[in-house]
């Protein structure tokens, strides 16, 4: 039987099928083996996350993190890590042989080398997430992967500038390139058709120059744009509040100035404005490839009053932003608002009436400005986490506040907001005295009413009851006020319901006598302050209850009687200072039990008896002052061999027998005023003086000299005390000078021959006079060669340094150092901002630069002029600010 025909179109499609089953065949292999080349490239895989990947494994779409499409193409490659399983090695660029691929998504790895540039020729690419790795080399030019909704390449270490390529992808919803290094300028074409879609835009802690582009007022859907930690500068641009979706918008750390556009009341779903900020960038730091970035951006004027009415502010964070003027009053929107941080400005005025409305408000920061007036008993704080008014000029009473439901948070959860309020939350809370209290222990809240002029009695504390947990812990901040009265037992009341309670109120001029039932009175107290008052009495015995207690300051006051021996029930104490009273009686041995102790201070009392021998047991302890008092006895010679002490004074008292000195700590010069101590004579001739004797206390009880010597009293054959201590003055100041000699002929001798073989020649070129001669000898004379003592900060650049250059030319000198490569221009970006400050404190930029040419030919129209000395690699800016 002859076999039958098929038809045509029945053999055509027969022909299709089997072409493509064996294009899909060929198309598997071809899939198969460029994950096994990626696998390749992986050096280490400790969680196994790859160990299926095996050309033993029939189908390549069951390995793990591997999804294919119908037809076996891989359409997605999402290896997800997790502590202890992150893959480390180089990134294949075999993976751009999946020509169907939609995800690649790798975080948080161990990828370094090159970024593959053949990835961007993936035209399917939807979603490349790569953050977190160890990613080097640039994003091209020229990009093929149009459809691209999702680009993350946040925390790696990519350069190059940011191509105007990644602006013109029509899909482009979310583009995350944090801690990098990327420079120069955003490109103007961000805001340009392209950014359409794009809803979430961080380009944080980079390199990135110039200014922030007024095009990017044109990203209408715009909800996110984070600036922060790069050296921008000019201003922010009005244009942003075309932005009527923009819910977070930070720029802090770069060098901005101007005024803060009362146009961003435009954007009425903002929810988080952060101007400036002190702490590390949210998410982390690329600290391990350069310095922290300081915050440069100083603008002028205060907060428009249209942001403060923006109905959806949630965190307005600008410390340290140099804002003036007067706070807004109209927050009657302010139903949202959670934070606020305008710390460290020069705001004046009062507190507004207005922040009463906002009931939510849990952070309220307005330390260290020029604030007047009283403070609103309605204000929310009771419910605060933080509120910080210390440093201003308020005044009046503390006053009881009004007892308030504290509503918890409305921020959603996993939200942008939320991050942002965690974040500042736990730093604030976490820099705040936290080696004060106990292991285990974090801090809950704090209020601070610190270095103001505030008067009366502080009955009650201003916390509500449901904000402590016995897990939780709250401090109370009122010293340097002028708060009377006595010690009210209720400025102890909710300590109990807490783990950790902290109170100081040193430095007022409350009176009366410690209350006898303390112990009982908070049993949680772990700090407790109350130096430099006028109280009298006893210290009472039930302090020994405080078992928690780790910092006790009662020093000067007008305490009497024993130190109680109850203190040996204090296990956590870390410091006792009960300096400058009245007290009287021995020093109890039993404080050799307070094993935890650093600080013991007891100087300038009426102390008498031995120095125990036990005090030496004190494992921990690095400073014991017992100056000032009447001590007797010998000095323990086992202080000789302490390896922890490192500052010991027994001065002024009636000491005798042999000094164990060690060179370190126990010194001759610690233990003046005892003209019975043997080996010390020399300096037993000095009369104290009144800062020496504290408030003068022993005055009546020390001898003008030493006991005369038998043997030196018959004849002159022999020296005494004074001919000696004569001889041994003179010996030295002959060795003095014979040094600044030596010293003197090395300076004009040695030390130009030195600098002609490293430098060559110096030159100082001035573009303006302020009417001083200055060299750069002359900076490293008014510092003392940069020395420590003239020392007086420290910033992510180097320290800066007081000196005066002139007679009444007292200058701020901040060092630099050039050891880290964006420094040229983060600095060159910081002269151009600086040379456009007009403040009143700010006279002149002086410039000292070593091995720097790359500034030489900079423009001459700015307030500042250079010190050219080409030497080694470093370079110093000096700042001349009124001091």
């Given amino acids: ?489 209720g400025l102890f009341d909710k300590c109990n319901s807490s783990r950790g309670f902290i109170v100081e109120v040193s430095d007022n001029l409350i009176a009366g006598a410690i209350p006898a039932e303390i112990g009982s009175l908070c049993s949680s107290l772990v700090v407790l302050g109350i130096a430099g008052n006028q109280l009298s009495g006893t210290i009472p015995s039930s302090i020994g209850e405080l078992s928690y207690l780790t910092s006790l300051d009662l020093s000067r006051n007008h305490l009497g009687g024993e130190i109680p021996t109850s203190v040996k029930n204090l296990p956590h104490l870390d410091r006792l200072s009960l300096a400058h009273n009245l007290l009287n009686g021995t020093i109890p041995s039993d404080i050799s039990q307070l094993h935890a102790l650093r600080v013991l201070d007891l100087s300038s009392n009426f102390l008498t008896g031995a120095i125990p021998d036990a005090l030496v047991n004190l494992r921990n302890l690095t400073v014991l002052l017992l100056d000032n008092n009447k001590l007797t006895g010998k000095i323990p010679s086992g202080f000789a061999n302490s390896a922890s002490l490192s500052l010991f004074n027994a001065s002024f008292n009636n000491l005798s027998g042999p000094v164990p000195t060690n060179g370190n700590t126990v010194r001759c010069d610690s233990v003046i005023g005892n003209p019975l101590l043997q080996s010390c004579h020399v300096y037993t001739l000095a009369v104290p003086s009144a800062a020496q004797q504290g408030r003068g206390l022993n005055s009546n009880d020390y001898n003008d000299t030493a006991p005369s010597d038998p043997q030196n009293e018959g004849g002159n054959n022999s020296f005494n005390a004074i001919e000696i201590a004569s001889i041994t003055s003179a010996t030295a100041i002959v060795s003095v000078l014979l040094a600044l000699i030596v010293l003197f002929i090395y300076t004009r001798k040695c030390a130009p021959r030195m600098s002609a073989r490293s430098s060559g020649r110096r030159e100082v070129t001035l573009f303006q006079d302020i009417g001083v001669p200055i060299t750069y000898e002359t900076v490293v004379r008014a510092t003392g060669s940069f020395n420590a003592s003239n020392c007086i900060g420290s910033g992510g650049f180097g320290a800066t340094y007081k000196a005066e250059i002139a007679p009444g030319v007292l200058v701020a000198i901040k060092r630099l150092s050039v050891g880290r490569f964006q420094g040229a221009q983060q600095f060159d970006a910081e002269i151009k901002t600086l040379g456009r400050l007009r403040h009143p404190n700010l006279v002149t930029l002086f410039l000292t630069f070593r091995m720097l040419p790359y500034f030489h030919n900079a423009p001459r129209n700015l307030n500042y002029f250079y010190c050219l000395t080409f030497e080694n690699f470093s370079y110093a800016k000096l700042l001349l600010l009124l001091i």
């Fill in 1 to 489: 039987m002859a076999a039958q025909t098929l038809p045509p179109k029945l053999l055509l499609l027969l022909l299709v099928l089997l072409l493509g089953d064996s294009t899909s065949v060929s198309g598997g292999s071809g899939e198969r083996e460029a994950l096994m080349k990626f696998k390749e490239a992986v050096t280490s895989d400790p969680g196994g996350l790859l160990r299926d990947w095996t050309p033993a494994s029939a189908d390549h779409c069951r390995w793990p993190g591997v999804s294919c499409g119908t037809g076996g193409e891989v359409v997605a490659l999402n290896v997800t890590s997790s502590p202890g399983r992150s893959l480390a090695g180089a990134l294949s660029p075999a993976v751009a042989a999946l020509r169907e691929l939609r995800v690649l998504a790798l975080p948080s790895h161990a990828f370094s080398g090159p970024l593959p540039p053949a990835i961007w020729s993936l035209r399917r690419l939807r979603v490349l997430d790569l953050s977190g790795n160890r990613l080097q080399g640039e994003i091209p030019a020229a990009l093929a992967c149009v459809g691209l909704q999702t680009l993350d390449l946040a925390y790696n270490q990519l350069n190059g500038s940011v191509p105007s390529a990644l602006f013109a992808l029509p899909a482009l919803r979310r583009l995350s390139l944090t801690s990098n290094r990327f420079g120069g300028a955003i490109p103007d074409e961000l805001g340009g058709n392209g950014c359409r879609s794009l809803l979430f835009l961080d380009l944080s802690w980079n390199l990135l120059v110039g200014g922030i582009p007024w095009s990017l007022g044109n990203c209408s859907q715009l909800e996110a744009l984070l600036l922060s930690s790069n050296l921008l500068d000019d201003i922010i641009p009005p244009e942003i509040g075309q932005l009527k979706n923009l819910r977070a918008l930070d720029v802090s750390r770069n060098s901005l100035s101007g005024p803060v556009p009362a146009e961003l009341g435009g954007c009425v779903q903002l929810s988080v404005l952060v101007l400036s900020n002190p702490y590390a960038p949210l998410g982390g730091s690329n600290s391990s490839y350069y310095g922290e970035v300081d915050d440069f951006n100083y603008f002028q004027g205060g907060i428009p009053e249209a942001v403060a009415a923006l109905p959806k502010l949630s965190v307005l964070w600008a410390p340290r932003a140099t804002l003036e003027g007067e706070l807004p009053g109209n927050w009657s929107s302010c139903q949202s608002l959670e934070m606020i941080n305008l710390g460290e400005n020069l705001l004046s005025g009062g507190i507004p009436k207005g922040l009463v409305e906002c009931e939510n408000l849990r952070f309220l920061n307005l330390s260290s400005n020029k604030l007047t007036g009283s403070v609103d008993p309605s204000l929310p704080v009771p419910c605060m986490d933080v509120f910080d008014v210390s440093g201003n000029q308020l005044s009046g009473a503390i006053p009881l506040f009004i007892s308030k439901n504290c509503l918890s948070s409305q921020s959603p959860l996993d939200d942008l907001v939320s991050e942002y309020s965690s974040f500042f939350t736990y730093q604030a809370l976490a820099g705040f005295m936290s080696s004060s209290l106990p292991l285990g222990t974090h801090l809950t809240s704090y209020h601070s009413f610190s270095r103001n002029n505030f008067t009366g009695t502080v009955t009650s504390l201003p916390l509500a009851a449901e904000k402590l947990g016995m897990q939780g812990s709250y401090a109370f901040l009122a010293n340097g006020n002028q708060l009377s009265g006595q010690l009210q037992p």
